[in-house]
């Protein structure tokens, strides 16, 4: 029942959090499933919910996609999250758990950095081919950690993707990473009959999620939004990395 409530409530998290602040969704649920989960349930849980949120954030805004971006990151993730995906239940409990923690650690402060420093105005956008590699560590990450936020992101804003043009590029990627890692841990046995009803409650609310947070863009500060993020996401790392 706990993991039923706590996916419940990740899933509407996950959804309103990245609709807003564009990253960070998929982090949160990860962080806030590993207090009552394993780690390789974790990564199998957050699968089917992050390919539910992210293809209905991706209807939203589908309009704004980058189609170069997306096609090249995808290039490089899609062979990357199913090597991932096979390569998940053959890794040890504690490593993933640690890998989390990390993710955890370097979202953060990518965050902070970016907080800190002014961004030049970029006279041109990065070419689109330079997401092959991102995509590669994108997929890769996302199918052994759950998450590659602190990846995917830099990229996209250096394509000078912003609001629903960042959304819908970001959402069409993670997208389809998460639905290959879902079919592969459903054949796998990552995924279970067992641990269906967490992922289909987090699914159900991470729909409304996305609405929510549709309504709530441009009407609440994303800056104090991300901070908030920001506590939360570094007390579930330190807790993941001291076991």
């Not at 960070?24 to 989960?37: E, F, N, Q, Y």
């Not at 209807?59 to 995906?85: H, K, N, S, T, Y």
């Amino acid at each position: 029942m706990t993991l039923l409530v706590l996916a419940a409530v990740g899933g509407f998290a996950a959804g309103v959090i990245t609709t807003v602040a564009g990253i960070g969704g998929g982090i949160s649920l990860v962080a806030l499933l590993s207090l009552v989960a394993e780690p390789r349930a974790v990564v199998g849980l957050t699968a089917p919910v992050l390919m539910i949120g992210n293809g209905t954030r991706y209807l939203m805004f589908r309009g704004e996609l980058d189609r170069p971006a997306a096609g090249w990151l995808l290039a490089g993730a899609v062979p990357a999250a199913i090597a991932g995906a096979l390569l998940l239940p053959r890794l040890p409990g504690r490593a993933i758990q640690v890998g989390m923690g990390l993710l955890l650690l370097t979202f953060v402060a990518v965050q902070l950095l970016r907080q800190r420093r002014d961004e030049p105005a970029r006279s041109e956008a990065i070419a689109a081919p330079a997401g092959l590699p991102v995509g590669v560590a994108l997929g890769g990450l996302s199918a052994t950690v759950g998450g590659a936020g602190p990846v995917n992101a830099p990229y996209l804003h250096a394509r000078g993707l912003r609001k629903g043009a960042f959304a819908a590029t970001n959402a069409a990627t993670n997208g389809t990473v998460h639905a290959l890692k879902t079919l592969v841990f459903v054949l796998n046995g990552i995924l279970t009959v067992g641990n269906l009803g967490a992922a289909a409650a987090a699914a159900a609310t991470v729909t409304l999620g996305n609405r929510v947070g549709q309504v709530l863009l441009g009407r609440i500060s994303e800056e104090a939004f991300v901070r908030l993020l920001l506590v939360a996401v570094t007390i579930a790392a330190v807790r993941l990395l001291l076991g």
